[in-house]
């Protein structure tokens, strides 16, 4: 088989989208585009994580609209919405965890039927996203240990399921789960089981590397015919118009090989081209009442001959395709990520098929230059760099005065420097009284922005009708609220959902500038909100901004709980300070506070000394002063008493006589 990056492709039953599942740096990646532009223009990819590795896609019905079913090698089937390009459910069965091989929707029962590696079989209710039954293989058929595929067909009015392993098993599920029929299956695992709508009775199947393709008949339980390509079978798609069918087939090498009318061909030649066959073959076929079909025409796409340098370039892969009505629809992928779809008539308006041999399709290589959106590290949709030869100076110096401004800045700083508090508040006077005489200075400058509103609204229209990146970016650039929210005042409502869709593009591609754009997304919606309302399938063309924007309000509960963290340490840091500073004595000195100065200390304890002596010698001199006075008192009593006496001494002798 030829290497590819595409693990699958499917159309949706409309033939409107297609999506195809590939790896992308290690990564596994889903892409939905429009197959016509021209009626619709959806083109979103949705990557899958590191350990997400997808083995499936299928289109699924929920509510009016188409989702994709990517199925998981962890056991996991994600319903993905390329509408809002996210996630609508996660599914997952509680029995297994094991790498879903296949899921199929059908309408009979009105839910998905999807199988594991370990056999287990599981019924899906898509709109509520509910388990509805599960069982196991095992139960049914012994020694059966994985399903490859599952598929929904009618079989006596009752829904029935058809199991492929290396054969085909038909088993009952109103009722008890019971084989109701086998058979012959491949030698290799079944890849493929396609029941045939306009013939309830048939299907197709086929296996891994193999080349047959057996068409069974469910009421008589065998092989009607034979089918054999010229390389391994990876893909089937059937179609019918009127009386006429088609089948078409994907093989291992990405060439399509096709079959015309082959519900009503009766020989394994065109009937147009009789050839004899031997009597022998002719026995065998007879015996085994098996016939054998080989391929009418093929489809394979290369390049021209002036450009093809490998031999990729001799055969480009098809790993998409599907048949609507008179078209054959199929996708292959250029720059190894990017999906090209084309289309071709299998009928005519005459009713003869056009795939009557092997048809080469030239495509030459696509010009792909906005793959990346950034070159040398800046953004393709970003005006040009500053050329300096061609910048034109309107306002400023000039170059012949650029000498001597610099030889002047030493001046300029030393007047700057030299100039005093009272010379700085003379010129601040001098600008307020300038712009009191001068009152229209600012009515002027609304003006000017009232006016530079208005050309930014001509610029931005015009922006948006030639696709002008250059000239959208320099309009962009604008980072004043009134500026932006006078500009979208006036411009023409019928251009909102382009600028959103634009604006949408740089977001996605530059994160950084999402709060600069913000504004401008925000006053789109005040003002322009209710023309945006009434536009048809705005949900569509918003569904990247949807999506961008559903990612950035699901990381706010994580930076939220990151700020009450911080804010948490910051208040616990702030209360170990406050119990050091309590912790620490009042009366207790720091370091910084005390200086000991040796000096003084020792002349300090010799003046205390002299003290000591003068204040000792002083009370000696007290003690002596106060022992005189009490020596004087002492006398002046006595000289008292002795005149005392003297007195009565006189008195009584007085009396005597």
Known sequence: ????????????????????????????????????????????????????????????SYKEHQVVAICLTRGVILVYSPLTNDIVCELQSPTSSSSIQDLHYSHMTNSAWSCDID?????????????KQTFSISEVLENAESINRVCVVEWENEPHLLLGQHSITLISIRQSKQVVKAFPGHIQPVNAIVPIESNSDLFLTSGESDRFINLYSLSKGSTSLVFVTQSPVSTIEIGSLDSKSILAVINDNGNVEIFNDFLN???????????????????????????????????????????IKCPDDANLIIDGLAI??????????????????????WINEEGIFTFNRSITISKSKPDLKAISHTEAGHDIAASKHYNESNAIINDGLTTNNVVNYSDNDEDDEDREEGESLAEKLDKLSTDNNNQKQNPTKSNKKKLTGLTSSLTLTIVLSQALKNNDHALFETVLSNKDPQVIQNTIMKLDPSLAILLVDRISERVQRQTSKFDQLNV??????????????????LSAKLSSLHSFLVKKSNSL???????????????????????????????????????????????????????????EEDDEEDEEEDDEDEDVEEAEDDDSDEENY??????ITGTRK
């Open 557 to 615: 509960p994580r930076l939220l709980e990151l700020q009450s963290r911080f804010n948490m340490l910051f208040q616990q840091m702030e209360l170990q300070k406050e119990i050091l500073k309590q912790s620490v004595p009042e009366d207790q000195d720091d370091e910084s506070d005390v200086e000991y100065i040796e000096e003084l200390d020792d002349a300090q304890l010799l003046q205390e000394i002299e003290i000591d002596s003068d204040d």
């Open 119 to 131: 056999g287990n079989i599981c019924e899906w209710d898509f709109m509520n996203f509910s388990l």
């Open 1 to 60: 088989m030829v290497a590819s990056s595409v693990v699958c492709a499917e159309f949706d039953p409309s033939r409107s989208f297609l999506a195809t599942g590939h790896v992308s740096l290690d990564r596994h990646q889903v892409k939905v585009q429009s197959v016509t532009p021209s009626q619709g223009s959806l083109n979103v990819s949705f990557t899958l994580g590191k350990l997400d590795k997808l083995t499936r896609l299928t289109w699924v």
């Open 520 to 537: 401008w997304l925000k006053w789109i919606t005040i003002i322009h909100g209710g023309y945006l309302s009434s536009v048809p399938n």
């Open 646 to 651: 003297s007195d009565l001494e006189a008195d």
């Open 324 to 345: 609507m009505e008179d078209s054959i629809y199929y996708s292959w992928i250029e720059n190894g990520n990017v999906p090209f779809i084309d289309s071709a008539k």
């Open 265 to 307: 061909s009766k020989s394994n030649t065109d009937p147009s081209t009789p050839q004899k066959q031997p009597l022998k073959k002719k026995r065998r076929q007879a015996a085994n009442q098996v016939q054998t079909l080989t391929p009418n025409g093929s489809i394979k796409i290369s390049r021209p001959d002036l450009e």
